[in-house]
């Protein structure tokens, strides 16, 4: 079984097995920044903070008003006077 698979595929395991640890130890990302330093394509990260507000509102939409009156629940009752299904 493993003969039929080749030193590849074996390669590739070990690499992806070890990046998978490297990763989960927190080790991976200053590992390839000082790789990347070492060849001389590292550049710093972009700062991805915003000052400005977001340009939409995260209030709640009532959408009670698309119900019939028979329907809506008012602000006052528990009761919402919806007629039985059957």
């Known amino acids: 079984m493993f003969q039929e698979a080749g ?3 074996w390669t590739h395991v070990i690499a992806a097995l070890f ?3 490297a990763d989960s130890n927190d080790t ?3 590992a ?9 394509i590292y550049q ?3 700062d991805t903070t915003y000052d400005t507000p977001p340009l939409y509102n ?3 939409i009532d959408s009670t ?3 019939p009156d028979r329907l809506q629940i008012t ?3 528990t009761s919402a006077n919806i007629p039985p299904i059957r």
Do not use: Q, R, T, Y
């Open 7 to 9: 030193a590849w595929f």
């Open 19 to 21: 990046l998978i640890w």
């Open 28 to 30: 991976l990302e200053p």
């Open 32 to 40: 390839v920044n000082n790789f990347e330093k070492l060849i001389g």
């Open 44 to 46: 710093e990260p972009v």
């Open 58 to 60: 995260d209030e709640p």
């Open 65 to 67: 008003w698309i119900l």
């Open 75 to 77: 602000k006052d009752s």
